[in-house]
């Protein structure tokens, strides 16, 4: 079993770090790691994470979920180490909120009350450091891939009306949960919420992450219910004289997207 995930907070100035920084540590990353864990558990409800350690003088805290889930924590830790390296392409289960939420982080770095660094390990091995730069490490990230206009498949969940309302679903084809911007009109709140935990179809404006993954779906056009009728004959993903094709629809429909032919 995994002792956790780790993270050690280094002041830039002096030996200590002070309460307000500590505080927002613990903030910004307990964000983060709620993001991950929901792309990878589907568990609408947070999961209830854990401190089992503690130690100084360099504040160093080690968390795991109350029920261990050994592929969270290491999910994690190779998410950020492929973010603080410069990859040009999103971790595994990070997703956009992920992503903006990790390079709001640089706010760590700055003011009175700062850190130096911050560096994260899972089980103490595979160490990986965040800095200053880490807001325009995510940039790379956020700042490529594309946008066309089409529609995802998946099943709404976690609506969410504060500020630009929007909900999540989880994509069919990728597995992935996508954030959809939808207007702020009674009638489309009221639509959103009856269609909650139901296959729907999204319409509007796809962005897309450099590899094909599916980020978010903003100008929403369209919503509607895509539940199967359980009385209509199944049908299954016609015949296509493609070699690539023929390896099954979310295969193809996944290089589709990634441009990868």
Known sequence: MSRGLTFAIYPADGDSVSLNLFHKTIQDIRRLVYDVDY???????????????????????????FRDVDKTIKTFVNGIRLVAIGS????????EQALEDLKKMRRLFTGRDRAKRIEFSHDGQDKTIIAEDIAGKVEIILGGGYSNLGSIDGTLEAVNLHGSPTFTIWDRVSKAPVRCYFPKEHGWKNQVKSLLEKRVLVS?????????????????????????DPTLPKATFGSIPNEEASRGSAEFLKRVRSQSW
């Open 204 to 228: 509007g404006k796809v962005n897309y992450f450099q590899n094909g993954l599916p980020r978010s779906i903003t100008e929403t056009r369209e919503i509607e219910d895509a539940t199967p």
């Open 39 to 65: 792309a990878i558990s589907r568990e609408s409800d947070t999961r209830r994470w854990v401190i089992v350690e503690l130690r100084s003088s360099i504040p160093t805290v080690t968390l795991r979920p």
């Open 88 to 95: 040009s392409e999103p971790p595994n289960y990070f997703t």
